[in-house]
């Protein structure tokens, strides 16, 4: 029996707020007080099941958006928001929660869908857990297999033409650079005044090999085609939150300790 196209709809947001409160319910200790909340529809559940707790749980929790849109959301739970750029060196969060993209077998994710993936990026490493919260459409043995649109790349604008060459030449399949919103003309322009491109690449393959390299038949692994496009000059910040031969890369923990479906 096939579903229809708003049974399909209603199944999305019913897995979503499960896997939000499940990941809630596990993650977030009632001893905690530096929470971060990422973006997007999925972290719309993720504020839902912190604010279900109720005062006595969260009025100790300071919550450290990734842009306006979770900071809206938590000030409209009633929540206390607070900026990662206050947070004093030396302090970490306890723990983030967002969504993703894509999410492989690994864990490796594609992030930047909406364009907040900088942000996102110094959140989730800035945590002592970062805990990724999506749907069961994002799942998938090798990231580039479900979500096709590309990897998001912030840029800055004056470097674009040169990183789409680059893009190209390492094989990424026509990739361009993001439009405004509906309505607006031009580039989308991020929080931090910077551009995305969207660079489609052959699915990858997970970053188990001892070596990263751009062997492989020409298919790039996780942490190889990572380390690559972070080295184009003009790009600030890469949409691949990923794990170095199942470590943690140095900068912090991008890559998640757990992910909910
Ligand atoms: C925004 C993101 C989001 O976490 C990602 O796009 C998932 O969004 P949604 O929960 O709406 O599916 O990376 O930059």
């Not at 604010?51 to 929540?79: D, H, N, R, W």
């Not at 969504?99 to 594609?110: K, P, S, T």
């Not at 607006?184 to 660079?199: E, F, M, P, R, S």
Request: charged share 20%; glycine share 10%.
């Amino acid at each position: 029996m096939s579903t229809t196209a708003e049974e399909q709809a209603k199944l999305v947001e019913t897995s979503k707020r499960l896997a939000a409160y499940q990941a809630v319910k596990d993650y977030l200790l009632p001893e905690y007080t530096r929470v971060g909340i990422g973006s997007g529809s999925t972290v719309v559940y993720v504020v839902e099941a912190i604010a279900a707790l109720g005062p006595a749980v969260t009025s100790k929790m300071a919550f450290y958006p990734t842009g306006s849109q979770s900071e809206e959301l938590i000030e409209a739970a009633g929540l206390d928001l607070q900026y990662i750029s206050k947070l004093p060196a030396g302090r970490q969060l306890d723990v983030a929660f967002d969504g993703a993209d894509e999410v492989d077998d690994d864990l490796n994710l594609i992030k930047g869908g909406g364009a907040c993936l900088w942000q996102e990026k110094i959140v989730a490493a800035s945590a002592k857990q970062f805990v990724c919260v999506a749907d069961f459409r994002k799942l998938s043995p090798s990231l580039g297999t479900a979500w096709k649109k590309g990897i998001p790349i912030e840029v800055l604008p004056m470097a674009a033409p040169r990183v789409l060459d680059e893009l190209q030449r390492m094989g990424s399949q026509n990739p361009r650079i993001r439009p405004g919103l509906p309505g607006k003309a031009g580039a989308i322009v991020t929080d931090n005044g910077l551009w995305i491109i969207d660079a489609p690449f052959a699915p990858l393959l997970l970053s188990k090999g001892t070596e990263p390299g751009d062997g492989n038949n020409g298919v790039w692994t996780v942490d190889a085609l990572a380390d690559a496009l972070i080295k184009i000059p003009g790009v600030a910040e890469i949409g691949l939150f990923y794990g170095k031969n199942g470590l943690q890369v140095a900068s912090g923990a991008q890559k998640p300790v757990a992910a909910y479906f």
